[in-house]
Structures are given as C-alpha cells and as structure tokens.
C-alpha cells in the first residue's frame, strides 16, 4: 500500500462524521488519516476510525500525541502511526520502542537534527504556513535532503500545492476539513500526486495488534 500526498486530519468531530470523512478520504485515494486525541472524548472516535481503515487496510494514525502515556494508548487502539506538535525526546524513545512510527513536530534546523539523531525519518514542520513555503526550500534543498517534511497548519486546497513544490513529501490538511468540500477540492491533488513514499513502518501497523 502506498501512500501519497494528502495526509487528511479530522479533529473534533463525532464518530459518526469522522467515519463519513474518513470513508469520502478513502474513496477519493486518500490513504492516510490523523485522529486528535487531546481530549478524552476523542478516544472513541479514534477506535472507530481504526476499525473501520482496518476494514480497508488503511492505515490511521493518532495525532496530538505530547505524553507517554498518550503513545501506550494509540498502541492499544491499534494506531499505525503518532503524531505530535512538537518535539519530545521521551516520546519519540517510547515510540521507537514500540516500533510505532511517530512524526515529530519541528520549526527549526536544531528540532530536525535531534529528531534526525533519534531515528525520525520523517517530521511534521509544524505550523507550515507561518514557517513559509521558502522554508521547506531552505531545509530539504539544503541541509536535510534525505528528511521527508509533512507541511501542517493553515494547508487547504489552495496552497497544499505549493507546499510540495517547496520540498515537502506530503501535505496534512485538518481545520481546511471544517469544510467537506475541500476534501473533494484536494482529490486531483491525490491523483497527482508528486509523492509515492508513505511513513516509514505504517503499513507494519494497519489493524490492531498488527
């Protein structure tokens, strides 16, 4: 399975409406889908999502993921991957350790190197439109050729474009989805997808226990 372009987020939503997001994702060739948990109310939804992408092999990750405690859960929920707004040493070793692909937050050269020094091959430059396209220039054309960026915060329908001509890998595209009709906006993005790569070790965890 690979993956492409377009990571879709789905952030405060029942699990009704983020079944029905993730389901119109999916449909569309969009194979990675985030879910938040910062708030107990979205562990539900997260397993829901879980169980439905297990039903179709696509993989879900959790997103938000600032504690230890945090990544134990999203590797009982079955998450194929973490996601954090930010860098944390201890969150990344207790990934590692459970051989569950986490996608650091960076907005500096020091945050992908140590990043870089603890195993990530992928980072989330985070938040992507305040940081500016010339950024993901500035970091994949120069220093760090072999980091794959997925650009998120302030990507919708208009910019992802310009974001992966820039150097990122892939694009995540979250409070935008407040609107559902940027999904279908974003789709011939998908079909023209300038990248085939996916998050190093996901396909390892598509259902749980997988």
């Not at 201890?90 to 990934?95: A, I, K, L, M, Q």
């Not at 960026?149 to 890998?169: K, P, R």
């Not at 974003?186 to 190093?200: D, H």
Request: hydrophobic content about 45%.
């Amino acid at each position: 399975m690979s993956g492409n372009a377009i990571m879709a987020i789905f952030r405060n939503k029942s699990v009704d409406e983020s079944l029905k997001l993730a389901e119109k994702a999916w449909d569309l060739g969009m194979d990675l889908v985030e879910i938040p948990i910062q708030t107990t109310d979205a562990i539900p939804v997260l397993e829901a999502v879980v169980r439905a992408g297990c039903e179709r092999g696509k993989p879900v990750g959790s997103g938000t993921i600032t504690t230890v405690e945090q990544v134990h859960l999203s590797h009982r929920l079955g998450a194929a991957f973490t996601v954090a707004p930010g860098f944390s040493h201890e969150v990344v070793r207790t990934s590692i350790e459970l051989d569950l692909p986490h996608l650091p937050g960076v907005a500096s050269a020091s945050e992908i190197q140590k990043a870089v020094g603890l195993g990530c091959g992928w980072v989330k430059a985070f938040p992507a439109t305040s940081l500016g396209a010339a950024w993901f220039v500035a970091m994949k054309g120069g220093p760090f050729p072999a980091v794959s960026f997925v650009a998120t915060g302030g990507i919708d329908a208009t910019n992802a474009a310009e974001y992966l001509a820039a150097g990122a890998s892939m694009v995540a595209v979250g409070s935008a989805l407040t609107d559902s009709n940027q999904i279908e906006l974003l789709a011939p993005l998908v079909r023209r997808s300038i990248s085939s790569r996916r998050v190093s070790g996901y396909r390892r965890r598509v259902c749980a226990g997988g």
